[in-house]
Nanobody, 124 residues
Framework: QVQLVESGGGLVQAGGSLRLSCAASGRTFSSYTMGWFRQAPGKEREFVAAISWSGGTTDYADAVKGRFTISRDNAKNTVHLQMNSLITEDTAVYFC?????????????????WGQGTQVTVSS
C-alpha cells in the first residue's frame, strides 16, 4: 500500500488552468501505475487519466483529452495533472489513485490506494 495526498485544487474561471499534485509515501512508488479520477456532486466517480510506472504510457478520458496532461516524477514520488482550458463540467473532487499492476486502466476497481481528494471548482 502507498499513502497518497492530493493538493492544488481550487476555484478557477472557465478557460483557466490548474495543476494538481499527488504526493506518495513509500519506497516503491516507481512500481505503481497512477491514476486520477473525479467525482462531481450527484454523479459516480469517473476516470480522468492514468500513467504507467515508467511514464511511457498515458491514457485519458475522452472528456479531457487534449486539455489535461498527466505526468510523474519517480525521484520525487509525485504525480501531476495539468488541467488547461477548464470548463464548468470539470468541477469535481479529484482523487489520486495507485495500483501495483503494470498497465494503465480506467477501472477504479483496479486501484488499491486512494487519496482524500482535492476540490476543483470552475466558474463560468
Amino acid at each position: 500500500q502507498v499513502q497518497l495526498v492530493e493538493s492544488g485544487g481550487g476555484l478557477v474561471q472557465a478557460g483557466g488552468s490548474l495543476r494538481l499534485s499527488c504526493a506518495a509515501s513509500g519506497r516503491t512508488f516507481s512500481s505503481y501505475t497512477m491514476g486520477w479520477f473525479r467525482q462531481a456532486p450527484g454523479k459516480e466517480r469517473e476516470f480522468v487519466a492514468a500513467i504507467s510506472w515508467s511514464g511511457g504510457t498515458t491514457d485519458y478520458a475522452d472528456a479531457v483529452k487534449g486539455r489535461f496532461t498527466i505526468s510523474r516524477d519517480n525521484a520525487k514520488n509525485t504525480v501531476h495533472l495539468q488541467m488547461n482550458s477548464l470548463i464548468t463540467e470539470d468541477t469535481a473532487v479529484y482523487f489520486c489513485a495507485a495500483r501495483s499492476g503494470i498497465s494503465t486502466t480506467a477501472s477504479d476497481q483496479m486501484y488499491s490506494s486512494w487519496g482524500q481528494g482535492t476540490q476543483v471548482t470552475v466558474s463560468s
